[in-house]
């Protein structure tokens, strides 16, 4: 067996977030937190970033599995609603870099797993909308810190993944203000937190699956074993 080649999104920044040289200060980064990378070896594939210039459809054609991270705002002109006035940053390129993945994904039988930011990117290209402003989402503890339990719905990828076999629950980190709001076409809630805002999405009839929390900051989640194995030849 070939280890899968699974590419994963960023954000785009300028290098002024680094100790650059001033001439330096507005020059692009592309950039993504270290802690999707180790998830994606750890597991056994071959992680490779991928800059907003790809092309989406030349990238699939290499690709055999896309992590969709985590990052700024979608554009809620992606799911035809106004910007709410506690909305937060958002970036259109990116947006229209990874709609188009997620699609391509989508069509090619290709593998995806959304993280945060991912998951409601993927529930939008399909044609679901988000709440685009909640309180008391985003912790202050460590990342590593699970904060609050989720409960998972039965019959879906992430109960059989993460779901206590006792309970159907487990414990995850929280740093999001939005969640998803209607499903979007072929989407099922795969898990809620106590007030019933949904915490994972799946996709049954696609390779498909997302979780608001950030499970790469746990260390050897099942979840990443699951896209590595999926995105196996």
Avoid at 62 to 74: K, M
Avoid at 128 to 148: F, I, K, N, P, W
Wanted: proline share 6%; net charge negative.
């Amino acid at each position: 067996m070939t280890k899968p080649l699974v590419g994963i999104t960023g954000r785009r920044r300028d290098a002024s977030v680094l100790a650059a040289p001033s001439g330096f200060a507005d020059a692009p980064l592309d950039i993504f937190f270290a802690d999707y990378a180790t998830s994606v070896a750890t597991a056994g594939g071959i992680p490779v970033f991928l800059p907003l210039d790809g092309d989406p459809d030349e990238l699939l054609q290499r690709l055999d599995a896309v992590l969709f991270a985590g990052g700024e705002d979608v554009d809620p002109s992606n799911y035809g609603e106004s910007p709410a006035p506690q909305l937060g940053a958002t970036d259109r390129h990116r947006d229209a870099f990874e709609l188009a993945l997620v699609r391509g994904a989508l069509a090619e039988d290709i593998p995806l797993l959304g993280i945060c930011r991912g998951q409601q990117l993927l529930n939008v290209a399909l044609g679901g909308t988000l709440v685009q402003h909640l309180d008391g989402h985003s912790q202050d503890e460590h990342r590593a810190e699970r904060t609050h339990p989720v409960t998972f719905v039965d019959g879906t990828r992430q109960a059989a993944l993460l779901g206590d076999r006792g309970a159907g629950t487990t414990a995850v980190n929280s740093f999001h203000h939005q969640v998803v709001d209607r499903l979007g076409d072929g989407v099922v809630a795969a898990a809620h937190d106590a007030a019933g805002s949904i915490e994972a999405i799946d996709v049954p009839d696609a390779r498909a699956m997302a979780v608001q929390w950030h499970p790469e900051a746990f260390g050897g989640d099942p979840v990443f074993q699951w896209l590595v194995k999926e995105g196996t030849r």
